[in-house]
């Protein structure tokens, strides 16, 4: 693997963090699942695959009660029994993130998403992955969900590992950029976040087009010793 040089004013990492949904793994076609077993439910036209990227953001606990009003709860229940029913079938990793994975293993990592924590930590299970993260946060673990910094700021504490810097947050989309700045930590974008305004709108302290150029960078720090 050719090493990628590290982005400007992007520090060397002590942690990483990721995001979980489009940014490790493509499991949108479980959340459409989801999202329009509710609709349904209410007699309100289905997502297209294409809408459910481009409106999924924020956690159910934040997103829901706008669309559903005072039922918002059941809509929840009626979402999250389709997607433990199906979310398996539909996960797969993106292109290169197996490799950034691995390349990443020298730093302790974590994932934070605003998926359900036990789905979460379901799909890492079911993927062989677990192993790779000192712990997976996800949607009601923390008082707060992304873009809010609690997350975040509970992965850092059970890794052991300072918020700073040269923590990377590594995502795909604004939520993501929120909550990495929030908690003090490097918003590091993957990807060209078509679906979240572009990159400009985003403003990340730094951009990797994909896992492939993420794991070459990677690979090129653990070749590159400590400064003295």
């Not at 949108?28 to 439910?41: E, F, I, K, S």
């Not at 299970?125 to 712990?135: C, D, E, I, M, R």
């Amino acid at each position: 693997m050719i090493a990628v040089p590290l982005p400007p004013g992007l520090p060397r990492p002590t942690a990483i963090l990721w995001d979980w949904d489009n940014t490790l793994v493509d499991a949108w076609a479980g959340v459409q699942a989801g999202m329009n077993a509710a609709l349904r439910a209410f007699g309100r036209p289905e997502w297209s695959l294409e809408q459910v990227r481009a409106r999924a953001r924020l956690s159910l606990r934040e997103s829901f009660p706008a669309l559903f009003g005072a039922e918002w709860e059941h809509a929840r229940d009626l979402f999250y029994a389709e997607v433990r029913a199906r979310h398996l079938e539909f996960i797969m990793p993106l292109p290169g993130t197996v490799a950034a994975l691995e390349r990443g293993a020298l730093w302790p990592m974590g994932v934070v998403s605003n998926k359900q924590g036990p789905i979460l930590r379901a799909e890492a299970a079911h993927l062989g992955w677990a192993g790779h993260f000192g712990v997976l946060v996800g949607a009601g673990d923390a008082v707060a969900d992304k873009p809010a910094a609690a997350p975040v700021l509970m992965a850092l504490e059970r890794l052991g590992v300072a918020p700073g810097p040269a923590v990377w947050f590594i995502g795909d989309t604004g939520v993501d950029m929120q909550a990495a700045r929030a908690a003090g930590c490097s918003a590091v974008l993957l990807g060209d976040a078509a679906h979240d305004g572009g990159i400009a709108a985003l403003a990340p302290d730094a951009v990797f087009p994909d896992g492939h150029v993420l794991a070459a960078c990677l690979h090129g720090l653990a070749k590159t010793p400590l400064p003295a």
